[in-house]
């Protein structure tokens, strides 16, 4: 079997955990949650079997097209998210992540966005570091979306005083904003230094600059919203909803604007 397929297969099993978290939602989790993880455990292995396939078959790190970048971003995102799950506290971040994994599942699986594998311009150490560290952050920064949309529900649930199972199952508002905030960090300090990383490991061709590419510059300006983000957080006192709502919307734009970006630099084409 080919990665792709094996990467199929990991896409259908994601939506049978989709299913499957519906389900969880009418039924309030309870126990139930668990075999909700077992899905998604599987889902993730196939995932991981068919990078490694294709990691294997290229004898570099899957990070050079569209496919491979968004197959990438969402392995990261559901490590990070099956990690966190073993605590039984933290299990229904799988039920937000699920959506999110089919979705980047069936994009990835679009024509077009796997190309036939060619000789890469820019190999090396270091351009897989550059890749997996950008790659990595943006996972951080979907996590924390995630935690924004937690923290925004609770929110929401007080404020109109609600009592619903699944507001009793989320962790304290306190906490969610914590959260929210070390993983806004965590993507920021990827991200440094993927960038970092891109600049000293990585020598443009001829007649090439760093700074006129659009994909660099698309790269820089994520950084500089996410750094204003915390900024404002942490000098300026916006927290909250307000700080909430910015991690959201900042997302929105690094997922509506990556595929853009990376298509329109020649750079990361090659």
Not at 145 to 174: C, G, N, W
Not at 259 to 270: F, I, K, R, T, V
Request: overall charge positive.
């Amino acid at each position: 079997m080919t990665d792709r397929l094996w990467f199929l297969m990991a896409v259908i099993a994601y939506g049978i955990g989709l299913v499957y978290a519906v389900f969880l939602w009418r039924r309030g989790f309870r126990r139930d949650d668990r075999i909700h993880y077992l899905i998604l455990l599987v889902a993730y292995a196939l995932h991981l079997l068919s990078m490694m396939k294709r990691g294997y078959s290229l004898q570099r790190c899957p990070t050079s097209n569209l496919y491979e970048a968004t197959m990438f971003i969402g392995w990261a995102m559901m490590s990070a998210c099956l990690g966190l799950a073993l605590v039984q506290r933290f299990r229904f971040l799988l039920v937000f992540a699920n959506p999110v994994m089919v979705g980047l599942g069936v994009f990835a699986l679009m024509p077009g966005l796997d190309p036939p594998p060619q000789a890469p311009a820019y190999t090396g150490v270091g351009v897989s570091l550059h890749a997996s560290l950008t790659l990595l952050a943006y996972g951080a920064f979907g996590l924390a979306a995630a935690a924004a949309v937690m923290y925004l529900t609770q929110e929401r649930d007080l404020k109109l005083h609600r009592k619903r199972i699944l507001f009793s199952l989320l962790p304290p508002i306190t906490r969610l904003e914590k959260v929210v905030t070390w993983l806004t960090v965590a993507g920021l300090v990827l991200l440094s230094g993927g960038l970092t990383v891109g600049f000293v490991a990585i020598t443009p061709p001829p007649g090439v600059h760093f700074y006129n590419d659009f994909k660099v510059v698309w790269s820089c300006l994520v950084w500089a919203i996410y750094a204003a983000l915390l900024i404002l957080h942490w000098r300026f006192a916006t927290r909250g909803r307000r700080f909430a709502w910015g991690v959201v919307g900042a997302f929105g734009f690094v997922l509506l604007t990556y595929w853009g970006s990376n298509l329109a630099s020649p750079l990361h084409q090659s």
